[in-house]
């Protein structure tokens, strides 16, 4: 098993910046894939973005040039910087954990961005 605990999200300004930070503990030597989803209010969740673990990335167009993951293998740590905060970036922010036959997520954190 692997859990997750997010941390860093807030109330922020649009053009402003946050940083959300995820720990793992547990089983994490399984772990392959870490990153970001989010679910905006009344919205399905969607990936943000994820890192695997020899370092490959992928964003989703609407944060691409503006967030950046980055992911500390021996901590077992991913986190997203997040830029140029626009208030369509207001959603719950969940880390996420995929391993070879499972998948773990966090709790979310909520990320409001007001105009």
């Known amino acids: 098993q692997v859990q997750l605990v997010e941390s860093g999200g807030g109330l922020v300004q649009a053009g402003g910046s946050l940083t959300l930070s995820c720990v793992a503990s547990?089983?994490?030597?399984?772990?392959?894939?870490m990153g970001w989803y989010r679910q905006p209010p009344g919205k399905q969740r969607e990936l943000v973005a994820v890192?695997?673990?020899?370092?490959?990335?992928n964003y989703a167009d609407s944060v691409k040039g503006r967030f950046t993951i980055s992911r500390d293998n021996a901590k077992n740590t991913v986190s997203l910087q997040m830029n140029s905060l626009k208030p369509e970036d207001t959603a719950v922010y969940y880390c996420?954990?995929?391993?070879?036959?499972?998948?773990?997520w966090g709790q979310g954190t909520q990320v409001t961005v007001s105009s």
């Open positions: 996420k954990a995929r391993m070879v036959f499972k998948e773990s």
């Open positions: 890192m695997a673990l020899g370092g490959a990335t």
């Open positions: 547990g089983t994490t030597a399984m772990i392959n894939v």
